[in-house]
């Protein structure tokens, strides 16, 4: 027990017999570890007169002052008494001394409880968490134990094909997800980290792997509405590993681990180490508890599969009903800024971040737990031209945030200075001339598009944070959205899509069609199927009448 509490940086005082007990465990004592022993139970208060000097010495608390002394000794130092055995008199009197002056007892006995104040506590096993728990301890982790070197300089490492031991997601089109989770105390143990299935050195080098990442989490300040905001943040914390590369988020993952690194024994299984000690070290206010369950298993990962997609779908539900013109604060998010350094996301009502991850209200969450994070609140300001989303707070916040290389976003149309793209984003919409529309190509998307390019030279293309006019990277439910590109014709510009977006989409797709009076809108879109040869793509939608053929020119 004691050595957990050393390990995990808290501030122990020991008394009784149980310094006997550690003197037999060769355990060591002092200043160096943080750990005093203080003689027999009864001697306690001398714990009790060492953090009523350190409120007197550093907290401005004046001599007689009880009730400061009290509020002070109720937030810090995070002074825990934990009493094993038989209670008597002198002992119970000595906890209640403690307790009078802000600080609560654990106990193994048979006691009426004081709930948050005298707290019984059987296990043995459970007790330093519940001792963290009672008093907001912030647990602070030692350098995490992978065999690569971990750190931000990792963060814009690219893991290309020739260097790809083995991926997961991505155009290997395996199933793969991640998910916080919030939980109940009793169905997480701090520190539980599993793995199951084959990892990277059990599998052919060049093969691609299922891969589930799923992470439970309890906290007494910990909410349903902060679990999509830690689960963007496994997007950076993977990739401070060297030899790790990830892209995505939710189920649309792309994850690569390098040759040298697996040479190296980088495993999938170290992702829940990390995960572990980044979370406790990140967000150490918010979590009491995490665990983490690693999964190349195609049976362990279809167990988990429905819960993660109807948490994606909740959360998209949540802010279904708020509109741009509602609000007057919109969010940055420069979680990206790593693969593209001037690149900012700016997040509205109408329109998620282009990861898809990270909508309006998650945004606002995640400010709310880190203030100085990746997502800065920007009032709109004035506005420029409402029809194509520009606004003189917005501009102030893309220079800003852009270290001053853009003046001027247009959040409606992607034909002037539109919002820029990382690489993360779910989608391309790209214009294609000779139909007087756009195409969407998704990243699981492999085959050519009537553009003449694959996604990844689109990606190559558009991403980086640089402006390209007629291109922009979406999050692909952005596509149904009222202020999709509403300033160049909304919905009923798009031209074609790959079958599977599609067919995933559809439901949504012919939602918002029918809100717009045309109900078979989304048959007269076209697919790989139909053609990627543009000529083609023209004589399909003269042929089904596509409404695109008699809008106004986009050019």
């Keep these: ?54 409120a007197l010495a550093f907290g401005g608390i004046q001599r007689g002052d009880r009730e400061g002394i009290y509020n002070y000794l109720s937030k810090r130092p995070k002074v ?25 007892t654990i106990t193994d006995q048979d006691v009426e409880e004081i709930p948050g104040k005298y707290v019984v506590q ?29 750190g931000p300089a ?52 060049g093969s691609g792997s299922n ?33 790790a590369w990830h892209t995505g988020q939710r189920n649309l993952l792309w994850i690569r681990l390098s040759k040298k690194g697996v040479e190296s024994g980088l495993r999938f299984k170290h992702f829940g180490d990390i995960l572990y000690a980044k979370l406790h070290d990140e967000f150490g206010a918010l979590l009491n508890r995490i665990q983490v369950t690693v999964m190349t298993d195609q049976a362990e990962i279809d167990k988990h599969f429905p819960e993660a997609m109807e948490a994606y779908e909740a959360r998209d539900e949540r802010v279904a009903g708020l509109v741009d013109e509602k609000v007057e604060t919109f969010y940055t998010c420069t979680l990206c800024q790593s693969f593209a350094p001037n690149h900012v996301c700016i997040i509205s009502p109408e329109r998620l971040g ?33 029809g194509k989303g520009i606004w003189t707070g917005v501009n102030e916040a893309v220079r800003e945030h852009s270290h001053g290389k853009l003046d001027i976003f247009s959040l409606y149309t992607m034909m002037e200075t539109p919002m820029t793209s990382c690489g993360c984003f779910e989608c391309i919409v790209g214009l294609v001339p000779e139909a007087n529309g756009v195409i969407i190509v998704n990243r699981e998307h492999s085959g050519m598009t009537p553009l003449g390019m694959k996604f990844s030279t689109l990606a190559g293309t558009v991403g980086g944070g640089q402006q390209t006019p007629g291109f922009i990277g979406v999050g692909r439910y952005y596509l149904v959205s009222k202020k999709f590109i509403s300033a160049d014709g909304g919905l009923h510009r798009i031209v074609w899509m790959p079958k599977q977006l599609k067919e995933e989409m559809m439901d949504r797709l012919k939602a918002r069609a029918e809100e717009l009076g045309t109900p078979d809108f989304v ?16 004589e399909y939608l003269t042929k089904v009448d596509h409404p695109a053929l008699k809008l106004p020119p986009m050019m």
């Excluded at 907001?136 to 971990?150: G, H, R, S």
């Excluded at 709109?380 to 409402?386: A, H, L, R």
């Design 1 to 54: 027990m004691i050595r957990d509490c050393q390990n995990k940086g808290m501030l122990i005082m020991a008394t009784f017999d149980i310094i006997r007990q550690l003197e037999d465990e060769g355990i060591s004592m002092g200043t160096d570890i943080m750990l005093y022993p203080l003689g027999e139970f009864t001697q306690a208060i001398h714990g009790l007169s060492f953090a009523i000097r350190a």
């Design 80 to 104: 825990v008494i934990i009493q094993l055995g038989p209670l008597d008199q002198v002992k119970v009197a000595a906890e209640f001394a403690v307790l009078f002056n802000g600080s609560p």
């Design 122 to 150: 059987k296990d043995y096993d459970q007790m330093i968490q519940t001792a963290i728990e009672l008093r907001d301890m912030q647990i602070k982790l030692e350098a995490i134990d992978i065999p690569v070197a971990y």
């Design 154 to 205: 990792f963060e814009g490492e690219t893991v290309r094909r020739p260097d790809t031991y083995v991926e997961a997601g991505g155009p290997s089109k395996t199933k793969v997800f991640e998910l916080v989770k919030m939980r109940e105390a009793e169905e997480v143990e701090d520190g539980k980290i599993t793995f199951i299935g084959k990892d990277a050195d059990e599998l052919e080098e």
């Design 211 to 243: 891969l589930g990442i799923l992470i439970e989490v309890y906290g007494k300040k910990m909410q349903e509405d902060y679990e999509s905001v830690l689960e963007r943040r496994v997007h950076q914390f993977i990739n401070f590993a060297e030899g």
């Design 354 to 386: 282009l990861c898809g991850a990270i909508n309006w209200l998650d945004a606002k969450a995640s400010n709310q737990i880190t203030p100085t994070g990746p997502n800065q609140p920007i009032e709109k300001g004035n506005t420029i031209d409402e």
């Design 523 to 538: 048959d007269k879109i076209a697919d790989e199927e139909v053609t990627t040869d543009p000529a083609e793509l023209v």
